[in-house]
């Protein structure tokens, strides 16, 4: 083959969804005013990227070993909101938009709220972390607080699975919480 058909190939092969394509949820969405959706989609798109990876989140807090337990299945909405809004240089959806998207899966059953006084905990936890690991950057505790670092919320992957069908395929944790 030349160059140029394997250009021309790769130019028109047809997009691969990928996990975090959003819009793509089998329960209904709110209803919505069409720019209202449009950045309701964008803010879901960015944390389907976390609720992707949030066994991931959760065995790296189970790791420091002075949080406490949870399911094992976390999601940082807040972090996700400024990684939005770094990405857009400001101009991304507000805060407000993300809380719907929360509220939303909370009301579907996915994600639950974890306690205050776990939250607080695990917000201690990661202060304390990154105080230790990036002493340069943090030289003191309030250098270290974010103010996601209480913004936490549990997956119920079952659940999330039932909203999100095709997470199934998106990596081995969810291939795993989907029984296959």
Sequence with gaps: MSRLADWWRR?????QPSPSDPGRAAVAYPELSRTDRAAFLRCEGYLLWEIVDSRSSGRQIAGRGDAPATNGWVVVPGRVH???IEDTKGKGPGPAVMVAVVQWLVDAGALRPLTASVRAAIAESTV???LRDLPEYHRTEAD???AWDDD???VDPQRMLVVYPHLAAANADWRRAAGR
């Design 128 to 130: 304390a972390e990154r």
């Design 11 to 15: 130019v028109n092969a047809t997009p």
């Design 152 to 154: 936490l919320w549990e």
């Design 82 to 84: 400024s990684g939005l």
């Design 144 to 146: 270290a607080r974010r």
